[in-house]
């Protein structure tokens, strides 16, 4: 074991509450980082660390890159910021459109947000929203996964799978939202090459919980399938929209693969 590290006597820590952390016992065991350089960190005790998480995966690019810091340089002189109610800026039209070509076809629509939290939660209101002004109000059904992380928003934990996050805020969870479950299994899965064979038959689940509120429904299947969705009254085929983002991260390489599905 380590020993502890000493606080450095020049940082007050008493003020700073640090999230997902033991605070008590990081004030005990400081990690205190000074300055960064592409793939790594240099910390108050002059240790190189590597930045195996780039950043918590806010620097995938690396850090202190003399071009992103000259971009940000000119962006600043030419403007810093620009409120984005009833105005924008050519810059945030530009990088809205940059977006949209490395969309999926069908994907051409950009909202800024400033996290991932953020964006999980104005994703499930844009949803809701969507359904009630088509005038498919009931249309409100969530299905999240088992130990899934969705930011720290009501919204995301709420569709998220994590007890530890939720168990404190049950009586502020969203109604209306199932979980999967997990696809993490050892004994199926350890030295599997690219995807395991196992594990297909979770998706099975899907089928389950939508056949579920499909009985719900005293026989008036149209009402039900409109719990999740489906192509207007002549169709009562449940729509699924399944949204999976997955981002690949790495010191010094960014990667942003859309991947959205509808089944019907
Ligand atoms: C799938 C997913 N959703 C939401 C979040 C929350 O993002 P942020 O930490 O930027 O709020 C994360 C962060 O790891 C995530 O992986």
């Known amino acids: 074991m380590t ?19 033991p605070n008590r016992y990081f004030h005990q065991h400081p990690k205190v980082m000074q300055s960064a350089k592409g793939a790594y960190y240099y910390d108050d005790h002059g240790r ?35 409120p984005a109610f009833q105005m924008a800026s050519e810059a945030t039209f530009t990088l809205a459109s940059r ?43 969530m299905i999240g996964r088992d130990r899934s992380y969705h930011g720290v928003g009501i919204g995301g934990i709420s569709v998220g799978g994590m007890v530890a996050n939720r168990k404190m805020f ?11 479950p997990h696809t993490y299994n050892l004994s199926q899965m350890a030295f599997s090459r690219g995807q395991p ?33 489906s192509h207007g009254c002549n169709d009562d085929r449940p729509e699924v929209i399944i949204h999976i983002l ?9 990667f942003l693969d859309f991947t959205s599905k509808r089944w019907i």
């Not at 020993?3 to 952390?21: G, R």
């Not at 996290?115 to 088509?134: C, F, N, P, Q, W």
């Not at 038959?201 to 719990?227: P, Q, R, W, Y």
């Open 197 to 229: 064979t196992w594990g297909a038959h979770l998706a099975d689940e899907l089928e389950k919980i939508v056949a579920f509120f499909s009985v719900m429904s005293n026989g008036n299947s149209k009402a039900c399938s409109s719990t999740f969705g």
């Open 246 to 254: 997955r981002r690949d991260y790495n010191a010094g390489a960014s």
């Open 3 to 21: 020993a502890a590290l000493k606080i450095p006597a020049s940082i007050d820590m008493s003020a700073y509450w640090l999230p997902y952390t």
């Open 48 to 82: 190189k660390l590597f930045d195996g998480l780039s950043g918590l995966w806010c620097s995938p690019l690396g850090h202190a890159d003399p071009r992103i810091g000259a971009a940000i340089a000119k962006q600043y002189e030419t403007m810093d910021y620009c």
């Open 99 to 141: 977006i949209v070509k490395m969309a999926p076809k069908g994907l051409d629509k950009v909202f800024f947000t400033n996290s991932g939290s953020e964006a999980v939660d104005t994703a499930l209101k844009i949803a809701i929203g969507y359904h009630r002004v088509m005038g498919n109000a009931s249309r409100i059904r």
């Open 170 to 180: 049950a009586s502020m969870m969203m109604s209306g939202v199932d979980h999967l």
